[in-house]
């Protein structure tokens, strides 16, 4: 199985780069990975809220295949111990879907359409970190438990 990681903008701190990149390192040797990045919707100060969820959602939902798992790293998913996210993505694993897409979302959250595309949601902390942190957050957890 595939997995796959899409993001709203780029992370632009050198050392969480650093940080994200050495994790998908490690995971590389278990399982095919893939990274994709948005770019920030342009001219987003003239939009409402809704209208750059919806556009973000347009251009995520580009990226998802319909026999992909498409799972949102929300502030309102299940939560797991990292032990219990092994479990979890072992179980997803042997449902035989070729690609589990993970997705950050932007400032504002997600489109209604991307919710009702969700195949699920979790949640990777109660705290709040910028979305740039949850990359590596998210990285680092898939390469400590995951089941390869």
């Given at each position: 199985?595939?997995?796959?990681?899409i993001?709203i903008g780029?992370?632009?701190?050198k050392?969480?780069?650093?940080?994200?990149?050495e994790?998908?390192?490690?995971?590389k040797?278990?399982h095919?990975?893939e990274?994709?990045?948005i770019?920030?919707?342009?001219?987003?100060?003239?939009?409402?809220?809704e209208?750059?969820?919806?556009a973000?959602?347009?251009?995520?939902?580009?990226?998802v295949?319909?026999?992909?798992?498409?799972i949102?790293?929300d502030?309102?998913?299940?939560?797991?111990?990292?032990v219990d996210?092994?479990?979890?993505?072992?179980?997803k694993?042997n449902?035989?879907?070729?690609?589990?897409v993970?997705v950050?979302?932007?400032a504002?959250g997600?489109?209604e359409?991307?919710?009702?595309?969700?195949?699920?949601?979790?949640?990777?902390?109660k705290?709040?970190?910028?979305?740039?942190?949850?990359?590596?957050?998210?990285?680092?957890?898939?390469?400590?438990?995951?089941p390869f």
């Amino acid at each position: 199985m595939k997995l796959k990681l899409i993001c709203i903008g780029k992370t632009v701190k050198k050392h969480l780069i650093e940080g994200e990149n050495e994790y998908i390192k490690r995971l590389k040797h278990y399982h095919a990975v893939e990274k994709v990045e948005i770019p920030e919707i342009k001219n987003a100060k003239t939009l409402t809220q809704e209208q750059i969820k919806k556009a973000e959602g347009e251009l995520l939902l580009q990226h998802v295949n319909s026999t992909d798992l498409l799972i949102l790293l929300d502030e309102n998913g299940s939560s797991f111990s990292s032990v219990d996210f092994a479990t979890y993505i072992q179980k997803k694993f042997n449902t035989g879907a070729k690609t589990m897409v993970f997705v950050v979302g932007g400032a504002y959250g997600f489109s209604e359409e991307v919710y009702a595309r969700a195949t699920d949601k979790i949640s990777l902390s109660k705290m709040t970190f910028s979305h740039q942190m949850v990359r590596v957050f998210f990285w680092n957890n898939s390469t400590v438990h995951l089941p390869f």
